[in-house]
């Protein structure tokens, strides 16, 4: 599919927030049809089917018990799909991956959707006006984006993992309560950085940086953000 797909009505957008809600019926009956194409595999559906193990000669293949994409990644991918679909007469931009899986990036981009770098978010949104489209990825983006992305008037369809925002409730929380959040990930990790983005308070010191490169150093594997809190002395 390209930017030249014919257009699907899309719903009118909130004048305030400017975010948009793209699962549609009509919408999402092609974008699953889609997605199934794509993402479907022959051999691990055969694998379910027997148990999760095959034998080939002196082979035996095992498919992990929780083999696949997780709910909050699926439903990023359906709604950059749909995104597409709705406003195929339109530039759409995508900050950095949607998920950390190339296969779909290079869908996505072979879509026509423009992948943004951190390294020039700031910089690229801030040239953006309200006729483009932005897509937030599953881990979320910092406030200070948010912002500027708001201020531009752009178009938003928001993919954030739904347990990503629950810990943004949480440190948000701890924040006006007195507390410091430390935040265990890689301190450039777009899920490290949109959780840090919302750590700081009235009251709550935000240390989350030092904590995420302490982390980095010793966890270099470490890619999703979780947290943790202190009581500010």
């Known amino acids: ?76 991918i359906d709604l950059a799909y749909a995104a597409r679909r709705v406003f195929a007469d339109r530039r759409v931009f995508l900050l950095g991956e ?41 881990f979320g983006a910092e406030t200070q984006l948010m912002n500027i992305i708001s201020e531009r008037g752009c178009l938003v369809v928001d993919t954030t993992c739904g347990d990503v925002m629950s810990v943004w409730k949480r440190v948000r929380g701890y924040a006006k309560q007195g507390f410091t959040s430390i935040i265990h990930g890689k301190a450039s990790h777009e899920e490290t950085r949109a959780t840090s983005s919302r750590a700081r308070g009235m009251m709550g010191r935000e240390i989350s940086w030092w904590c995420s490169l302490w982390a980095t150093w010793i966890m270099s594997a470490t890619t999703s953000a979780t947290a943790a809190t202190v009581r500010n002395s």
Request: glycine share 6%.
């Open 1 to 76: 599919m390209s930017a030249a797909s014919t257009p699907v009505s899309a719903p009118a957008p909130a004048a305030k927030s400017r975010r948009v809600n793209v699962r549609t019926p009509e919408v999402m009956e092609r974008v699953q049809a889609e997605v199934e194409t794509h993402y479907r595999s022959v051999l691990v559906e055969n694998l379910r089917k027997a148990g999760g193990f095959m034998t080939v000669g002196n082979t035996t293949i095992r498919l992990a018990r929780d083999f696949g994409f997780c709910y909050g990644v699926e439903r990023a």
């Open 98 to 138: 949607i998920i950390h899986n190339p296969e779909v990036n290079r869908q996505l981009t072979e879509m026509g959707i423009v992948s943004i770098p951190i390294s020039q978010h700031l910089e690229a949104v801030s040239k953006l006006g309200p006729e483009d489209v932005v897509i937030v990825p599953a």
